[in-house]
């Protein structure tokens, strides 16, 4: 149910698309983006999802194709012939006609073939279940990506925001010494060291900024738009989410259990090793013979009835059955057989090594997930910590107890408190989502 609801959203946003990506560069303007109008524009116009999509569609021909095996084929023959008078051979005096024709309709049903049609039937419906569980596969990861590229333009601009107070920290600590220098009272070694900070904090304003162009690109790029050549420097994009703490609470043995069973690659695999049983099983139907029902009806000029003419037909119903078995065919069906037994096989081993990837997924998504999320409560205090450390040693050296240099230690040591807290924030989302993606969860929803 899922699955179809997804298939339902994800083609109507294809039916939308066209507009999408033709009003794309206005609404990345004008409209501010949450994160989860990013994943609902990515089910929209996501150049990963809209080739998952056509993959989609080209499985439901596999599947039509695979059924056919198990139903009646209805086929129609017509011939007109022309010979030459020469070439006819009759008795002495009759008539035969050099122009012949012959017109018929028959439908044949096999009713028994060594079990390749149930096969077909069930490979059918695992061909279409694997498919919608690869299509799965393809929006769990695109709109993960999508989220996680969001994350990294609200930490890129964060970052920026931290640079740029430091850098307004610094130049602020630079005015104040050249004042005292110009008072004398504070020598001109204080003016450098104050320039020195000054000018190696730049560097880290300069790469947040550039951090931040390309972290837009990224995300523009996972969304599908098609930005102007005149936008080359900068991608205008409002996001409105911030990053955030909320609280996720998993336990790590039902996180396993609820990704071997919800993981679509796990589905997919599971419909793969179905359908090469079902591969096997149309194999083995080469030891069988093919017993098939017809029923037709044939029109035919007539050849001996007077008067011969085209126009003089004969017609009529027909039906029976046909039986057809190769006894022997050169050990090209055991050839076939050991084939499909050897595609089972390794499907089984695939499936069961995937098994053991997805919970290594889960098991290494989770470490991470605690580690950001210590790392985040560790960083709890400590910008406030270190807020009170730069008050306090801007009053010592305005008290003569204190030096200029603890003063930029303070400074450094905010930075540094600020640029990891929001890190930690960024690192902890990101593992989040991570984690949601291991277990199989929805996307969209783990947003809210």
Not at 133 to 156: E, H, P, S
Not at 263 to 268: G, Q, T, V
Not at 428 to 443: F, H, I, N, P, S
Request: one cysteine or more; aromatic letters at 6%.
């Amino acid at each position: 149910m899922k699955a179809l609801k997804t298939i339902v959203v994800s083609l109507l946003g294809a039916v939308l698309c066209g507009n999408a990506v033709a009003q794309g560069v206005t609404n990345l303007v004008a409209q501010p983006l949450s994160l989860v109008n990013c994943l609902n524009l990515a089910l929209q116009q996501s150049p990963a999802i809209r080739d998952a999509r056509s993959d989609l569609k080209a499985q439901h021909g596999l599947v039509i194709t695979t059924r056919a095996v198990a139903l009646p084929r209805l086929q129609a023959t017509g011939e007109y012939k022309y010979t030459d008078t020469n070439a006819i051979e009759g008795f002495p005096g009759a008539n035969v006609p050099n122009r012949n024709w012959r017109v018929g309709v028959e439908i044949v049903q096999d009713i028994y073939d060594g079990g390749k049609s149930i096969a077909a039937v069930r490979a059918a419906g695992a061909t279409k279940r694997q498919a919608i569980a690869q299509y799965d596969t393809a929006i769990a990861d695109a709109l993960l990506a999508v989220r996680v590229a969001y994350y990294d333009v609200l930490l890129a601009s964060q970052q920026i925001t931290v640079h740029e107070a430091s850098v307004n920290l610094l130049q602020k600590e630079l005015e104040d010494q050249q004042h005292r220098y110009e008072a004398g009272t504070v020598p001109k070694f204080n003016v450098l060291r104050a320039e020195v900070a000054v000018a190696n904090e730049r560097p880290n304003l300069i790469r947040a900024r550039n951090d931040y162009r390309i972290a837009k690109n990224n995300l523009s790029n996972l969304l599908g738009y098609n930005l102007p050549r005149d936008i080359f420097e900068d991608v205008p994009m409002q996001l409105t989410d911030t990053l955030d703490d909320a609280p996720y609470q998993v336990n790590l043995p039902d996180a396993i259990q609820q990704a071997l069973s919800r993981r679509s690659e796990l589905i997919a695999m599971r419909e793969n090793e179905t359908l090469q049983k079902m591969g096997v099983i149309n194999a083995r139907a080469g030891y069988h013979p093919t017993l098939s029902v017809f029923a037709g009806y044939d029109w035919y000029n007539a050849q001996f009835t007077a008067p011969v003419t085209l126009g003089h037909d004969i017609h009529g119903w027909d039906a029976g059955a046909r039986m057809t078995w190769n006894i022997f065919d050169g050990l090209a069906t055991h050839g076939h057989v050991v084939q499909a037994k050897a595609m089972h096989e390794k499907s089984q081993t695939d499936l069961a090594n995937e098994s053991r990837q997805v919970e290594l997924d889960v098991r290494t998504a989770y470490s991470l997930f605690i580690e950001a999320r210590e790392v985040l409560d560790s960083q709890e205090k400590v910008q406030q910590e270190a807020e009170e450390a730069l008050r306090e040693a801007n009053a010592r050296a305005e008290a003569g107890t204190g030096t200029q240099l603890d003063v930029l230690d303070a400074e450094t040591s905010l930075t540094q408190a600020r640029t990891t807290q929001i890190q930690a924030l960024h690192d902890y989302d990101t593992a989040r989502a991570r984690l949601q993606r291991a277990v199989g969860e929805d996307m969209v929803a783990g947003t809210k």
